[in-house]
């Protein structure tokens, strides 16, 4: 499994930006996806992430009401959408994907050890 990130750039405070998780290689129908981001000089952090089936998400006390995970298996893709974002939202933003247990409806959370598969990276600036 391949994954790819797109999506990123400048954007104003207040403003939106939707990220795209481009897989290949594998059908992501059977993967848990999670979104991390990193800051210049701080550790990484999990954004938000959903399950394989089932349409569960998590979202970071951060980001939550603001942005909005979603998954289009048709398209093999995973999407972020960034609302109103802000300044702090900086960052390199990545997507993670974890194979899943048959049948099983949760997230993996934001312990990055739990996902095997990372993509580059797309970065965010959010200035004014």
């Known amino acids: 499994l391949q994954l790819v990130e797109s999506g990123g750039g400048l954007v104003q405070p207040g403003g939106s930006l939707r990220l795209s998780c481009a897989a290949s290689g594998a059908n992501l129908d059977y993967y848990a996806i999670g979104w991390f981001r990193q800051a210049p000089g701080k550790d990484r952090e999990g954004v938000s992430c959903?399950?394989?089936?089932?349409?569960?998400?998590m979202y970071a006390g951060s980001v939550k009401g603001r942005f909005t995970i979603s998954r289009d298996n048709a398209k093999n893709a995973v999407y972020l959408q960034m609302n109103r974002v802000e300044p702090e939202d900086t960052a390199v933003y990545y997507c993670?994907?974890?194979?899943?247990?048959?049948?099983?409806?949760?997230?993996?959370?934001?312990?990055?050890?739990?996902?095997?598969?990372w993509g580059q990276g797309t970065q965010v600036t959010v200035s004014s």
């Open positions: 959903i399950s394989s089936i089932g349409g569960n998400t």
């Open positions: 993670a994907a974890v194979l899943a247990p048959t049948g099983y409806r949760r997230t993996f959370g934001f312990d990055e050890a739990e996902y095997d598969y």
